[in-house]
């Protein structure tokens, strides 16, 4: 490990009233335009810091980073950063580009810039994972680097540290949760207290939601993909995100899964066949899954089709992509935006 300290001092650009985002999470933003014009693309939207927040020394997994004054121009690797970042009140500058959909953002990310008044971020596919491309992120003239939620090595966060000064992950790399990622992303943005009344806020939304519909209460659940072409099934654990959401709306694990999962070394997810699969007898189980993949699922794996849960009724397949990314992805923005879908989705399970 690497210890580093990098520190900087942004230009003041000229700042603007704070708005509200109307998305269950109310955050307050700034811009500061380049130009000066309040047209210009160049208008970048970050929220005050919180008092006394600078300066501040950030420790993480790969070393510590000092940031000596507020951060105008982030960029973000990894995943869920962009979402993080923008419910705090900063929209970056760049980021990776949305896996899953058509697009190259989210749709509840890209409201809440909307709501902001933001411009939305470039975007590259290196920033979402795989290898780093340097160049792309000194053309973006960060002043700060959060790749909290990536799996950038040691050698990619030397690199990016003498480009700006970098946050990496908190333990190990693409192992941070969302309420970790919060935490630290508080911290180099200068919100703290804002990232911890978020989380908050979630698990309100989420307790509400859970004393709505107390049907869901202390059912059983196994979260899993739908069956390979080779009939292999991932079973996402209790370390996964989709998880946390599900325990928090009053579901339960599936013992027989938490076994599993502690022979798996506690990974966040693990494979199993269908032999071993239909050994299992969830109250529900919940999936992402598209109407066509369903059926097709259903079609070419007899097995599948004649397990208990699938076969009484008792599956809840997330078809549309954008809701079932948003409940993989599990930020704040995502729940906020998809959840009344989720539940749904999980009621028409348990009817």
């Not at 705090?88 to 990310?109: E, K």
């Not at 290898?131 to 000194?138: F, P």
């Not at 202390?218 to 899993?224: H, R």
């Not at 097995?303 to 208990?308: E, I, L, P, T």
Request: hydrophobic share 45%.
């Amino acid at each position: 490990m690497t210890t580093t300290h990098h520190s900087f001092h942004p230009s003041r650009l000229p700042r603007c009233a704070a708005g509200a985002l109307a998305l269950a999470l109310a955050v307050a933003g700034c811009s500061a335009t380049a130009g000066g014009d309040e047209g210009d693309a160049e208008r970048h939207v970050f929220a005050e810091a919180e008092p006394g927040a600078f300066p501040v020394t950030v420790e993480h997994a790969l070393g510590s980073t000092t940031i000596e004054e507020q951060p105008e121009r982030v960029v973000v690797i990894g995943w869920a950063g962009a979402d993080l970042a923008v419910a705090l009140g900063t929209v970056p500058v760049a980021q990776g580009v949305a896996a899953g959909i058509d697009a190259d953002h989210y749709p509840w990310f890209a409201e809440a810039v909307e709501e902001l008044g933001g411009v939305l971020p470039a975007v590259d596919p290196s920033l979402e994972r795989g290898e780093v491309d340097i160049e792309y992120v000194l053309e973006q003239d960060p002043d700060l680097v959060l790749a909290i939620g990536s799996g950038i090595s040691e050698v990619e966060y030397e690199r990016l540290s003498e480009i700006a000064p970098t946050v990496a992950y908190p333990d190990g790399p693409w192992e941070t949760t969302v309420p970790e990622h919060l935490a630290l992303m508080g911290e180099a943005l200068g919100r703290s207290d804002r990232a911890a009344e978020i989380v908050e806020e979630m698990d309100e939304r989420l307790a509400a939601s859970a004393a709505a519909h107390p049907e869901l209460d202390g059912l059983s659940f196994l979260n899993a993909s739908i069956p390979a072409e080779d009939g292999s099934v991932v079973v996402f654990s209790s370390a996964d995100q989709r998880t946390h959401t599900l325990e928090a709306l009053g579901l339960e694990p599936l013992p027989q899964a938490e076994a599993l999962l502690a022979a798996n070394d506690g990974a966040s997810s693990f494979v199993l066949g269908l032999e071993e699969l239909r050994e299992l007898a969830p109250d529900v189980f919940v999936t992402v899954a598209t109407d066509d993949a369903w059926q097709a699922a259903l079609d070419a794996q007899p097995v599948f089709a004649s397990w208990a849960p699938v076969a009484d009724g008792r599956a809840a397949p997330i078809a549309d992509p954008a809701v079932g990314l948003a409940f993989s992805t599990a930020t704040p923005l995502a729940l906020s935006w998809g959840l009344d879908e989720i539940v749904e989705e999980l009621l028409d399970a348990t009817d």
